[in-house]
């Protein structure tokens, strides 16, 4: 995945993640096609609490994703990831990232040896 999150927030003492989406004119959301976005978001926690684990008041333990609708008068759709779902999310993104390592490993090494062997001394 790529990208960045848009925000961290401080509510009651824990540290929530913020992402925001853009849904196109007349399209809805619809939970059940979710996981993409909510394994973004997973992946983005796991990188912010192992990269500012010094600068966090709290580690990220929640995280919501807010939709934005073109449409006149339609609200934002808040699709909130609560602790638990957000710790089940992490394993199922380390599951990814084990498989997808697992089947281009021969191709980064070579990619690391073809690096080392170009670099002059």
């Not at 989406?21 to 096609?33: C, D, P, S």
């Not at 600068?55 to 995280?63: H, I, K, S």
Request: charged share 15%; hydrophobic share 45%; glycine share 4%.
């Amino acid at each position: 995945y790529a990208g960045s999150a848009d925000a961290l927030m401080c509510v009651k003492g824990e540290t929530v993640l913020i992402d925001y989406k853009t849904k196109r004119l007349g399209k809805n959301v619809y939970k059940q096609y979710l996981l993409k976005q909510k394994l973004q978001m997973a992946a983005y926690a796991m990188a912010i609490n192992a990269v500012y684990v010094q600068q966090l008041a709290a580690p990220v333990t929640r995280a919501s994703l807010l939709f934005a609708h073109p449409d006149q008068g339609r609200a934002v759709t808040v699709v909130k990831i609560d602790a638990i779902e957000l710790i089940d999310l992490q394993a199922q993104w380390v599951g990814l990232l084990g498989k997808w390592y697992e089947q281009n490993s021969s191709a980064l090494i070579h990619c690391q040896s073809a690096v080392s062997v170009a670099e002059p001394a």
